[in-house]
């Protein structure tokens, strides 16, 4: 037996017992699924295909069944403000290593979840394609793609020249502990860091206690702070 839901306005028909994904693909409408990447989220836990029926109610498309007249919304502020909220609450649990991921340059779900909804905190490394021994860091230089905030399409490190910083820095202290590790392992040196920072940095409300966290950091790695 096949069920009228309308999606934004669109009259589509799917069988009944299918879920309101089904709808949505027949419909034309995409939503975030990060469920249907196995190894992140399953059964509905990751809420980033939340729609909004005619009711008000928020539910996730991929596990709520369809019903003859239902009624879907699947992009109105309340929607994208509840899948914001999501990304920022994924992104505070994730660990962040973008450097060494290999979705890296193109292939990071959250860092387009977090383009399309205005959540920073990624740095430029989840876009970058150099890769492996092609990493600018890894060869010694000073690029700043792993504490800088991604957005840029990283023009410098795909067109072989360090990042530079220009979109801000990635404040998250495990992050930068992570990225400070990242640089102590290829024998890029906290000076060398700083100057090219200092550049878009300096003048920044929060240069002085970025920097404190980045020599606290370097400190550590160098095996001169606590564990």
């Not at 991921?101 to 150099?130: D, F, H, M, Q």
């Not at 905030?149 to 023009?155: E, H, I, K, Q």
Request: proline letters at 7%; aromatic letters at 6%; a neutral charge.
């Amino acid at each position: 037996m096949m069920v009228r839901v309308i999606v934004n306005g669109k009259e589509v028909h799917v069988p009944e017992g299918e879920t309101i994904l089904t709808a949505l693909k027949k419909a034309g409408d995409a939503v975030p699924t990060l469920c249907f990447f196995g190894h992140m989220y399953r059964e509905a836990s990751c809420r980033m295909c939340l729609v909004e029926l005619s009711n008000g109610k928020l539910v996730p498309a991929c596990a709520y069944p369809v019903s003859d007249g239902l009624e879907v919304r699947t992009d109105t502020p309340r929607v994208r403000e509840a899948r914001r909220t999501v990304v920022e609450f994924i992104l505070s649990i994730h660990r962040i290593r973008c450097w060494s991921c290999p979705r890296k340059g193109g292939n990071c779900e959250l860092l387009k979840l977090a383009t399309a909804y205005w959540v920073e905190g990624i740095p430029v490394c989840s876009s970058c394609p150099l890769y492996g021994r092609d990493c600018l860091v890894v060869k010694g230089e000073p690029c700043l793609g792993p504490i800088t905030l991604a957005g840029c399409s990283d023009p410098c490190p795909s067109n072989g020249s360090p990042c530079i910083g220009c979109r801000g820095p990635v404040t998250r202290k495990d992050v930068l502990e992570a990225a400070t590790q990242f640089y102590v392992s290829n024998g890029v040196e906290l000076k060398d860091v700083l100057e090219v920072a200092s550049m878009f940095w300096e003048g920044l409300p929060n240069y002085d206690a970025l920097k404190a966290s980045l020599e606290e950091a370097f400190k550590k790695a160098l095996g001169g702070g606590e564990d």
